[in-house]
Nanobody
Framework: HVQLVESGGGSVQAGGSLRLSCAASGYIYSANCVGWFRQALGKEREGVAT????????YYVDSVKGRFTISQDNAKNTVYLQMNSLKPEDTAMYYCAAVLNCFWGPPYLSIGRYKHWGQGTQVTV
């Protein structure tokens, strides 16, 4: 049973920072892709960033490049999303999701690829 648990959300002023965590269990962590997605009220869910847990390759959507950093701690089976210079438009529910045995290539943040999802954590700027 694959389980993803997000934490670290909260309220922050514009220009501030937050670090989200996604703790994974129930599968072999080292051969997958883990992505962060967000959904603002009244809007569609969109991809933010993703990482290959095998090689550490990363991919970001243009709107967060230079502000957000996705990383992993293999010993803890955890993926992080460090969010700096936060803007009001970053306000959303943030979800992590996993693709097992993923192929690292485009479309990196296609929602349909990600079969396992966490419950989400709210970020308010």
């Amino acid at each position: 049973h694959v389980q993803l648990v997000e934490s670290g959300g909260g309220s922050v002023q514009a220009g501030g920072s937050l670090r989200l965590s996604c703790a994974a269990s129930g599968y072999i962590y080292s051969a997958n892709c883990v992505g962060w997605f967000r959904q603002a009220l009244g809007k569609e869910r969109e991809g933010v960033a993703t990482i290959s847990t095998r090689g550490g390759s990363t991919y970001y959507v243009d709107s967060v490049k230079g502000r957000f950093t996705i990383s992993q701690d293999n010993a803890k089976n955890t993926v992080y999303l460090q969010m700096n210079s936060l803007k009001p438009e970053d306000t959303a529910m943030y979800y992590c999701a996993a693709v097992l045995n993923c192929f690292w290539g485009p479309p990196y943040l296609s929602i349909g690829r990600y079969k396992h999802w966490g419950q989400g954590t709210q970020v308010t700027v």
